[in-house]
């Protein structure tokens, strides 16, 4: 038997799992205040769900899901993102009713993928859904969101948003044609799965990670000159919100996003601290999807995070809380001390309890623990219902009641 986790799969602790859980509620906080909701889909779906949505010519659906038959035959895939799955449940679960729905889920996705830096099997995402509403502000809003979420984690500074337009069905008809036209003469010096993407979906071809498509890439013609009036119009007053909620962004025509069910905008928070795996959080509008999928016509815009990307981003991590030890000095006082202890833990003060160890043993758990105050308790303090309470960083000492202590610690110490 391995011990080691399946490659591409991390067991997460310790500072690694502070720093995840201080995005994930980071984001959550900020996005509540724009008004989103929780929700939890299952991590597995028929694979239907994405197989429909994200597209067949997709990296996600050609090679990097994790597709199986269950024990009833049903075919189902772990969930590589989560847009399909929240559009899925809402239109299920007949949240439709109740416009605009603003949705956030956040828990892992699953992909089949190189690992590497920033890129692994099993990761977490953040994402926000926000369905119903047509208007090129809500774009902006969704954005603005994210960059504060970002601005939170103080991390805002190290990114940049790379913004660009998809177009509306016609726009992205006539660009199509003009890749077609432009990338078949180098069809031969293509990837094959660039081959493929240009008789399938050539618009894919501009986001391909191959070295040689890149420089081929390069003089591709842009979709600046094949937008119709609406999309530019559409993308203009994105960007005028942007700018009047002095969001800095820079329009990138080559961002196309790697699924197919983007439209008009797309967008990426890039950061250059972390190599190649820079993008840090992504999104788009999706008009279509839904209906797509069988529901109601309703337009709808949305982005994921990458918890792993950006805990490695965070330079500072959330003071945590500090523990106070109770220590017994000598074994005669060791259920008293544990009575003490009990009762504080029952105030909701966090204790850190030794049930062995000589006074020294005890204090070095304690600086383990990075505990704040030690709680000291010897046949003397017990006669004269007090506590010896020091100060772990400083060394100083005082004599506190004992009916006063969980006050006394509540004052005192550092974020209880
Ligand atoms: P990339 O181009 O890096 O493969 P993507 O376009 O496939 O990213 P999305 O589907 O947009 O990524 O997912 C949103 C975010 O989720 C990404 O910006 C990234 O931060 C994170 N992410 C995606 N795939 C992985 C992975 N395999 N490991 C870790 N994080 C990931
Ligand atoms: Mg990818």
């Known amino acids: 038997m391995s011990l080691q986790p399946v490659r591409g799969t991390h067991d997460l602790y310790s500072d690694t799992l502070l720093r995840h859980e201080h995005v994930i509620h980071t984001s959550q906080k900020v996005a509540s205040c724009y008004g989103y909701q929780s929700i939890a889909t299952p991590i597995f779906e028929y694979s239907s769900v994405f197989l429909k949505t994200i597209g067949d010519t997709s990296d996600i659906v050609g090679k990097e899901m994790y597709t199986f038959l269950d ?234 995070l990458g918890v792993e990307r950006l805990a490695m981003l965070l330079t500072e991590l959330p003071n945590q809380t500090r523990p106070i030890t109770v220590v017994s000095v000598g074994d005669e006082t060791r259920d008293a001390a544990f009575a003490i202890a009990v009762q504080l833990r029952n105030q909701g003060i966090p204790i850190e309890f030794s049930f062995t160890g000589n006074v020294a043993k005890q204090l070095k758990r304690a600086d383990k623990a990075n505990a704040q105050y030690a709680v000291l308790l010897g046949t003397d303090e017990i006669s004269q219902n007090m506590v010896t309470l020091r100060n772990l960083d400083t060394g100083e000492q005082t004599t506190v009641a004992i009916s006063a202590l969980s006050d006394y610690l509540v004052a005192t110490s550092t974020k209880l």
């Open 71 to 304: 024990r009833g035959g049903e075919e189902l895939a772990l969930r590589p993102e989560g847009t399909a799955s929240v559009i899925r449940a809402a239109i299920s679960l007949g949240l439709t009713q109740n416009l605009p729905l603003k949705l956030m889920y956040s828990g892992p996705m699953f992909r089949y993928e190189r690992p590497q830096k920033g890129r692994t099997r099993q990761f977490h995402q953040v994402g926000a859904e926000c369905i119903g509403v047509a208007e090129p502000l809500i774009d902006a809003e969704v954005i603005a969101m994210a960059a504060q979420i970002l601005d939170r984690l103080g991390v805002l500074p190290y990114t940049v948003l790379n913004i660009n337009t998809l177009g509306d069905a016609e726009s992205r008809a006539s660009y199509r044609q003009a890749l077609v036209e432009y990338f078949s003469p180098y069809k031969d010096e293509l990837s094959p799965d660039s081959q493929m993407r240009l008789e399938r979906n050539p618009l894919r071809i501009l986001d391909s990670k191959n070295v040689n498509d890149q420089i081929i890439v390069a003089k591709a013609p842009t979709f600046e000159d094949f937008r119709n009036q609406e999309s530019k119009d559409f993308f203009g007053k994105v960007l005028e919100g942007l700018t009047n909620l002095k969001i800095s962004y820079v329009v990138n025509p080559r961002l196309v996003r790697g699924l197919d069910y983007y439209n008009h905008t797309a967008f990426e928070f890039v950061t250059d601290h972390l190599g190649a795996q820079g993008t840090v959080l992504a999104g788009g509008r999706y008009n279509g999807l839904m209906k797509l999928m069988g529901g109601p016509d309703l337009p709808g815009i949305g982005w994921a």
